[in-house]
């Protein structure tokens, strides 16, 4: 069949030290089945070499990559992330941005013309919006003229500027009016994230009984933990049904941080995401951002002043570095970046394992973890030039 492919001689992500190599099977978009290493000489194949297969990457939080950014709002810029993303094994992400009311909101009408279809590279599967509904104290590097009051009617705005594609709004819940949001976007299916908050310990958890069930950037944007004042930190260790970002590139958050974060919640409510802009696939080296000169070194994008503003490195060597932070094993790094993703974005029945009867979103990696092939849906969109 014109539809069917072979993966030979691969080693899954999840397999027992020593397990022989096995072959998948694709048809059309999907996985038929995984089979053990015989001759299927018979069938389109294309030899993984003995490299290790595992899912393909998912990137909840991301505002661009090779030089693009969501807020170009063109279709040119969107294919330029996503190709970008698929050379490092990301198949799936969540366009991250912020509203700009001024501008029109173009790059989100633009932009959801392409969920779920028309890239060339890794999937969009949304928007995530960070705000407009969050605390100015906690801004971070947003712009005050993305943030302002919440109403029924600015979230009505939203949705329909996005045209339903909107997945994820980080919010702040301390705010007049903002619990009401909460239970809004939850009723549209949309998940409430906390993050750019100033919230108390209480506050936090009555964002949590309205519907926050997960917390974008952890430790960054919020309260830090103090021993007289929990603040959002100790409920979000507390509530084991809340999953929470963490940028594992060693630069964000102190890998002993990461360490003890991951030995009170556990892998599986730890997402590693980029938080990555424009940087991220580009060499190392000076360039313009927001009209700023920065310095992408070490997978970190500082202005020359030494603000750091960004990540550039890719969700698969934040992976990795989460495994070298934690001690986890290599199946639960990937895990963070694969399973956990798709089950909170509701995709888990089609991504985020190897399965048959699941889409065919695929990464090859070397036994460095470098990735040497990515398939999105059954087809081949990256293979590293000899």
Known sequence: MNNTLLIKNCRLYNSPSGA??????????????IIPGDDHSDIKHIDA????????????HIQGAGGADILDGTEEALQTISQTLAKTGTTGFLGTTVVKPDEGNVHLKSGRNFVGHGLKG?????????????????????SEKCIYDSSPEKLDEILEVTGNTLKMMTIAPELPGNLNIIKSLVNYDVIA???????????????????????????????????RNPGPLTAIFEHKEIT????SDGHHIHPRIINFTYRIMGGDRCICITDGMHGIGLPEGRYIYNGKEYESKNGAARYLDGTLIG??????????????FTGCSFETAINTVTGVPA??????????????????????????????????EGTQVYLRPQ
Do not use: C
């Open 20 to 33: 022989k190599p096995v072959d998948i099977l694709i048809e059309g978009k999907t996985i038929r089945s």
């Open 49 to 60: 070499g003995g490299r290790i297969a595992a899912p393909g990457f998912i990137d909840v």
């Open 122 to 142: 890794a999937i969009m599967h949304g928007f995530h919006i960070e705000g407009p509904f969050i605390n100015v104290k906690k801004k971070g590097g947003l």
């Open 193 to 227: 994230s906390f993050a750019h908050s100033d919230a108390t310990y209480e506050e936090t958890i009555l964002g949590f009984e309205a519907g926050i069930n997960h917390v974008t950037h952890l430790f960054n944007a919020m309260p830090p933990l103090h021993h």
């Open 244 to 247: 929470a970002q963490i940028i």
């Open 311 to 324: 990540s550039t490195m890719s969700l698969g060597d934040i992976a990795v570095k989460f495994m070298e």
């Open 343 to 376: 089950k909170l974005l509701g995709i888990d029945s089609r991504k985020g394992s190897l399965e048959p009867g699941k889409d065919a979103d695929i990464v090859l990696v070397d036994p460095d973890y470098s990735v040497w092939s990515t398939f999105v």
